[in-house]
């Protein structure tokens, strides 16, 4: 009986990685333990390893591994030599980073609206954004689901503009059957713990089919060295640490297993969810979305997030404010009502805990918290 209750009203944290880590824990240690008995943690076998392996599994020639996702967008546009002058177009509706490093490099963010029910940049939001200083678009794949990349590479090809794919949140989720993050340019991703492939600590990777973008990319990655000491261009230091590397193989192979956990579990919040005033994800026809957020759309938000949490169910906002609304941007003259799907967005949507090891009685009480909160 105690231990029912107790079972009953157990925090559910919006995400636990202990769940994930119990079962590797003697396998890390393994991985951990070779780093550290060669002490080569800069580059090396590991990370060449690495790259291989999420290279081949986002269907890519390349991989070059950086040490965190917004390195590995700030490294891109520098391989690209964004800088003064340059537009990016950018959703507004992202994780800050997708326009911080825009900005970063003195080049302009361009914000655009996303579609309603994806989140995501379409053709539609981008064309009117587009100038002849426009050099490149920046669709990000948010929570786990691709944009609609067709459209988006017509207009970039027909105008001449380049895409990168910010494939943070999306690693392994397709869009008619291509791997996010294989389809622009490059794809950028990033590898902090809570996305899908989580390292311990920050890292990231660049993708691409491209040689010469590859090359660029690990030149920018090392000071823009090449050879040792002898420098061509301005680059940094984005590389990314050998323990990570050997960290992200052991997870690598199980990262189908882990998205295919989150998937069933946004069935079960979908259908446990029905006849409630929300809005459950929406996935585009030819999409598969790896659910790096469950993300609902709920009338009377913050009261309902409170509810939750008063009764111990963690959840998030992703994202209160969206970029052009932000004060380090007001330099670029965004205004209140410039975006209004983005600015609904952010006033409407909260992310449910959607991690794999969720069990179904839990999954159960977070909807029916829901639920009541509305009846
Ligand atoms: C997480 C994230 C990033 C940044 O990745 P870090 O590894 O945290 O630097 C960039 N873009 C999006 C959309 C993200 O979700």
């Known amino acids: 009986m105690t231990t029912t209750m107790t079972m009953k009203n157990e925090p559910i944290p919006l995400l636990d990685l202990r769940g994930q880590y119990e079962p590797l824990r003697k396998e890390m240690r393994v991985a951990m333990d070779r780093v550290c ?17 999420i290279a081949d599994y986002c269907g890519c020639e390349f991989g070059i591994g950086m040490s965190s996702g917004t390195d ?10 964004i800088g003064p002058g340059d537009e990016v177009v950018v959703p507004s509706f992202t994780f800050f980073a997708t326009a911080g490093c825009v900005s970063r490099l003195g080049a302009t963010p361009v914000f655009a ?19 002849e200083k426009t050099k490149l ?15 988006i590479l017509a207009l970039a090809a027909q105008r001449g503009i380049a895409v990168m794919e910010d494939s943070a949140q999306s690693i392994g989720s397709t869009y008619k059957g291509r791997q ?40 920018f990655r090392n000071h823009g060295a090449e050879p040792k000491y002898y420098h061509s261009h301005i680059g940094g230091n984005f590389r990314l640490d050998a323990l ?19 998937i069933e579990n946004a069935v079960k919040y979908d259908s446990l969810l029905a006849g409630a005033p929300v809005k459950c994800p929406r996935i585009a026809d030819g999409n598969k979305s790896i659910y790096n957020q469950y993300v609902i759309a709920a009338p009377r ?18 994202y209160p404010v969206p970029l052009h609304l932000q004060d380090c941007f007001a330099q670029y003259g965004g205004k209140h009502n410039d975006l209004p ?33 509305y009846n």
């Open 37 to 53: 008995d060669s002490q080569w943690f800069i580059g090396g076998p590991e990370v060449e390893a690495c790259e291989r392996e």
């Open 72 to 81: 590995a967008l700030l490294c891109g546009m520098m391989a690209m030599g």
């Open 113 to 131: 609206d996303v579609d309603p029910d994806t989140y995501n940049l379409t053709a539609a939001c981008i064309a009117p954004k587009l100038t």
């Open 137 to 151: 678009i920046i669709p990000v794949h948010l929570f786990g689901q691709c944009a609609e990349m067709d459209e």
């Open 180 to 219: 996010a993050c294989s389809m622009g340019l490059m794809g950028t991703l990033s590898f902090f713990p809570s996305k899908n492939l989580g390292a311990f600590g920050d890292a990231g990777m660049i993708v691409t089919n491209d040689a010469d973008v590859a090359h660029m990319c690990r030149l």
């Open 244 to 262: 990570q590397a050997a960290i992200l193989r052991v997870k690598l192979p199980h990262l189908d297993s882990w998205s295919k956990g989150r």
């Open 301 to 318: 938000r913050d009261e309902l997030r409170k509810h939750l949490a008063d009764r111990g169910i963690s959840t998030e906002i992703y």
């Open 341 to 373: 799907t983005c600015e609904t967005a952010a006033n409407e949507v909260l992310a449910l805990p959607i991690y794999p090891e969720l069990t179904d009685g839990q999954i159960e009480r977070v909807a029916a918290e829901i639920q009541a909160f």
